[in-house]
């Protein structure tokens, strides 16, 4: 195994000490404290991260998915350095929040009104609460693995940072006895669950392609299965797209799929590398969000002319040609990958559609979180340092999944997968 101390040297390790002092476990988000110490950042140029040792990085966490052009890509700064000049908040309403409101109607199917939060926990919170006010219902269901951020609702048996902590401490039994479990691709519990349980289910919510243990896509026929029974039991469905909104299709999941919810939840993309979270529906649920309707929702920042602008200059660039070379540069990796594994007579699964993508270390198929941590963790961690010490970073867990930006090209990827069946080898020995 590549010694990381030769790669990331001194300062790194440094300020991580430091960091340990003032922040819990030297970090603001979990997945960030890498072992055994992570690489702090210097600056971002396209598809690479510098850090502030000296070294840089061919980036494919991409701050887990919102700098769908790259690290500050250009045009994007300039329109955000122009509106910082005219002030960054301001407690009124703007012409640019209606028209990023217009466009994300444009685009996504399901979206007749939109409200800017400023995250995507925020945006699942509030579609949630919305379903249980507009259906009289309380209880939600939640597929095993899945994440939708880190308020109470859907605190139970997540992905990303909180895979294998079955809850909380401090999240009350009262919150999470109303959310219920089902595996992902599980069209028979589902259907059992909703028999005995219509009457008290709000809503269920989902990852349209599960991002947050690797990737896991909708078997063929399960996302029109669960249109069916959420429209004929009066409950609300809601697509969780933070992450592939504006992603994988302009009208993200929902148009690349053909299959429209009642609900969206965004973010990410949407903010344009800046703090931004939305929800968005039919009209009719949506009018009953205060102050058109009863249900309470606000925020200080909701809106924020930083987000909306940064958010604005990266759709621009989401046209036909982006999403085509998105998919090819991600074809370009998974068969790369695949062809990887095959010379090497491996049998792990290569997952992914559109621009994203992840290898898990099993002989297993993985439809499901439970066939997910068959993973061997100890090969991938192995892969993830190989990588780095290689001078590509991949969002460093197993059940992560890895994004390709517009910034990276066909070279770049060529690059990458030599890294990779570098690392895949270090992984075997
Ligand atoms: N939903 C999904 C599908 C996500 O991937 C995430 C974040 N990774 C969230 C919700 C929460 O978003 P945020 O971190 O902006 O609160």
Request: charged share 25%.
């Amino acid at each position: 195994e590549v010694n990381l101390m030769e790669r990331i040297k001194m300062k790194s390790e440094d300020l991580f000490k430091d960091a340990k002092n003032y922040l819990p476990g030297g970090v603001d988000s979990p997945v960030r404290a890498i072992k055994p110490y992570p690489f702090f950042a210097l600056k971002g140029e396209g598809p690479r991260l510098f850090d502030v040792d000296g070294n840089s990085y061919l980036d494919y966490c991409l701050a887990y998915g919102p700098l769908v052009l790259g690290h500050s890509y250009p045009p994007v700064m300039e329109a955000v350095g122009q509106q910082l000049l005219r002030g960054s908040a301001y407690g009124v309403p703007t012409e640019a929040e209606v028209n990023l409101a217009r466009e994300v109607v444009k685009r996504v199917p399901c979206a007749e009104m939109v409200r800017f939060v400023n995250s995507g926990t925020e945006a699942t919170m509030s579609a949630i609460r919305l379903a249980r006010a507009v259906t009289g219902k309380k209880k939600i269901i939640k597929f095993e693995g899945a994440y939708h951020g880190a308020h109470d609702y859907v605190l139970v048996k997540s992905g990303s940072g909180a895979v294998g902590l079955p809850d909380s401490p401090g999240v009350p039994e009262e919150t999470t006895r109303n959310t219920v479990l089902v595996p992902f691709n599980d069209e028979e519990a589902i259907t059992n669950l909703v028999e005995q349980e219509k009457d008290e289910i709000a809503a269920i919510i989902l990852e349209p392609v599960m991002g947050n243990v690797g990737c896991i896509p909708p078997q063929k026929g399960f996302l029109e299965f669960l249109r069916k029974i959420t429209s004929e039991n009066d409950i609300i469905l809601i697509f969780d797209e933070v992450i592939t909104g504006f992603r994988i299709a302009s009208g993200g999941a929902q148009e690349y799929f053909g299959v429209t919810p009642d609900l969206v939840t965004m973010g990410k993309i949407l903010g344009g590398g800046f703090p931004m979270g939305a929800f968005a529906g039919k009209r009719e649920l949506m009018e009953r969000i205060a102050p058109q309707g009863d249900v309470y929702q606000a925020g200080t920042f909701n809106g924020n002319p930083i987000s909306i602008t940064a958010g604005m200059e990266t759709l621009k660039n989401l046209d036909k040609d982006y999403y085509r070379e998105s998919e090819s540069k991600g074809l370009q990796m998974r068969r790369g990958l695949g062809d990887i594994l095959e010379d090497a007579a491996l049998e792990y699964q290569v997952a992914g559609l559109s621009s994203m993508f992840q290898i898990y270390f099993t002989p297993t198929k993985v439809w499901d979180y439970a066939q997910a941590k068959t993973a061997d963790v100890e090969k991938f961690n192995t892969y993830f340092r190989t990588l780095l010490a290689n001078e590509v970073f991949i969002p460093p867990s197993q059940f992560e999944c890895c994004f390709i930006s517009a910034a990276h090209t066909p070279n770049d990827i060529e690059l990458t997968l030599e890294a990779m069946e570098k690392g895949i080898k270090a992984a075997e020995k």
